[in-house]
């Protein structure tokens, strides 16, 4: 079982920056996968960036390229989200989450993703 906890949300104003964390402990996998999705009040959880751990290839949701990086640790056990030029539309519970398998038709699925955090407020003044 792996287990992800988040961290790093807060109050913005619009052009700020934030640096969101993700640590996982627990049992690991040989091909694995994180990322971050997020979700405003009354709307469906949307994806947002993921990072592979064995080839470290990248995503992006087009609403958040050029002005948020994913990376992690060189440990592999921590993911973080570094978000600037924040906008309002940003605010949202921004989740972790990780998965084990090696290909899923959409990584932008909530059911390609098998374990998720509680999540972290984060909000965006203007």
């Known amino acids: 079982q792996v287990q992800l906890v988040e961290s790093g949300g807060d109050l913005v104003q619009a052009g700020g920056s934030l640096r969101l964390s993700c640590a996982a402990s627990?049992?690991?996998?040989?091909?694995?996968?994180m990322g971050w999705f997020r979700q405003a009040p009354g709307k469906e959880r949307e994806f947002v960036s993921a990072?592979?751990?064995?080839?470290?290839?990248?995503t992006y949701a087009d609403s958040v390229k050029g002005r948020f990086t994913i990376a992690m640790n060189n440990a592999k056990n921590t993911v973080f989200l570094q978000m600037n030029s924040l906008k309002p539309e940003d605010t949202a519970v921004y989740y972790c989450?990780?998965?084990?398998?090696?290909?899923?038709?959409?990584?932008?699925?909530?059911?390609?993703?098998?374990?998720w955090g509680q999540g972290t407020q984060v909000t965006v003044s203007s």
């Open positions: 990072i592979s751990l064995v080839s470290f290839s990248t």
């Open positions: 989450a990780g998965d084990a398998r090696s290909g899923v038709d959409t990584i932008r699925a909530l059911t390609s993703w098998g374990y």
């Open positions: 627990g049992r690991t996998f040989g091909s694995y996968r």
